[in-house]
């Protein structure tokens, strides 16, 4: 409620949040580009075989989880270098990285260590909630997409 009026959000609202500007776009860029990416670094050989690069885990997942991780990482990296899809991006991400988190805890790894820390996925995943929470910024594609969509939605 803003001045005794009541503002309804639409959904145009929440999927493409009025883009931040000036210094702060800047910022968002420049975290889109470095997460997007490194996770695109970290998914391009799990996309060549998207259905069994987990197979020689102790107890792989079924097939169609490892490619929905494969497709979250590379093609949700992607997504965040364009800034294309933002919340639905960071939706997958945020999903194979908590779960990536989660098994690195419940193997009992190091925030930080050599090897099998779950530092890189817990800041992949609090990377995908600070963007899906605040949008990728006016240097983004979704930045046009979403004052497109919102003047249609406001029209009569």
């Known amino acids: 409620m803003r001045g005794g009026t009541v503002t309804t ?5 929440i999927l493409f949040p009025e883009p931040s500007r000036g210094r702060a776009a800047v910022g968002l ?3 889109r580009l470095y997460a997007g990416l490194a ?3 970290h998914g391009k050989g799990k996309i060549a075989d998207p259905f069994h690069w987990m197979d020689r885990a102790p107890s792989p997942p079924p097939g169609f989880l490892q490619a929905l991780a494969a497709l979250s990482e590379f093609g949700g990296g992607l997504a965040l270098v364009l800034g ?5 991006a960071c939706f997958g991400i945020a999903s ?4 990536a988190t989660y098994t690195h805890v419940a193997k009992g790894d190091p925030f930080v260590g050599r090897s099998g820390s779950f530092e890189p996925a817990l ?3 609090v990377t ?3 963007l899906a929470l605040v949008g990728p910024g006016a240097y983004s594609l979704d930045a046009p997409l979403g004052a497109k969509l919102r003047a249609r939605s406001a029209a009569p």
């Open 128 to 130: 995908a909630v600070l």
């Open 29 to 31: 860029l420049l975290l």
């Open 96 to 99: 194979t990285m908590a779960f």
């Open 84 to 88: 294309l899809l933002t919340p639905v």
């Open 123 to 125: 800041g992949y995943l």
């Open 9 to 13: 959000m639409r959904p145009v609202d």
């Open 39 to 41: 996770l695109m670094q």
